[in-house]
């Protein structure tokens, strides 16, 4: 599955970026959403989202609200930086558990390395055990091997979306869905990624066709 991440300021222009696709990322930080718009949003059953709000825009408390909001309201997943888990991630599962749809991706970003094996797999145990459904991991790839490393995760974890971010990062994108990865994030357009080394949607779909 290849989740478009949406990055037009403005709930209008999120939607126009959006089309008729059924399947997007739903980043408030960057859209500029806030909880009444993104609930109006979400009943649009046509649509599956992702719905995440990275921190620097609203509060801490209003992400949250925004996060255990979207889940009750219809979003298919809600993504939850590792940060900020151990606080709210139990208030975050609560609300998933309670729609009876929703599940809950805890998140580990780094854009400076790949750490090794070892501290990754640890990071993978901690979001399990605040109750992560999914685990998602996205490392700044600086050398080909860490491109490897990455992708060894799924020998040993299920349900989790792990890729590497960067130039050499692009193939993990495709790689991850084969190696047991529910989802992908892809780009509208290669001025509209959210980050680096994102493929677009065209690219990503062109890539799949041919492997089949």
């Not at 960057?30 to 993104?38: A, E, H, R, Y």
């Not at 790949?114 to 999914?134: H, M, S």
């Amino acid at each position: 599955m290849l989740y478009l991440c949406l990055s037009a300021q403005g709930v209008e222009n999120a939607l126009l970026q959006l089309g008729d696709y059924k399947y997007a990322e739903w980043r408030s930080d960057l859209i500029g959403s806030d909880i009444p718009q993104l609930t109006e949003v979400l009943k649009n059953k046509n649509h599956n989202f992702i719905v995440t709000c990275r921190p620097g825009v609203f509060t801490e408390d209003y992400d949250i609200k925004m996060l255990y909001t979207a889940a009750l309201s219809g979003a298919e997943y809600v993504d939850l930086e590792i940060e900020r888990a151990e606080n709210n991630a139990h208030f975050i599962k609560d609300a998933c558990i309670k729609s009876k749809k929703c599940k809950l991706i805890i998140s580990y970003h780094n854009y400076d390395e790949t750490p090794d094996v070892e501290t990754l797999n640890n990071i993978i145990l901690k979001c399990r055990l605040y109750g992560a459904d999914i685990v998602k991991i996205a490392c700044k790839a600086n050398n080909k091997n860490d491109c490897s490393r990455i992708l060894s995760l799924y020998q040993e974890n299920k349900d989790i979306v792990a890729f590497c971010m960067g130039e050499f990062g692009k193939i993990t994108r495709v790689a991850s869905l084969y190696l047991g990865a529910k989802f992908t994030y892809v780009a509208s357009s290669q001025e509209g990624n959210t980050a680096p080394g994102q493929l677009t949607l065209n690219q990503t779909s062109q890539i799949l066709d041919i492997l089949k």
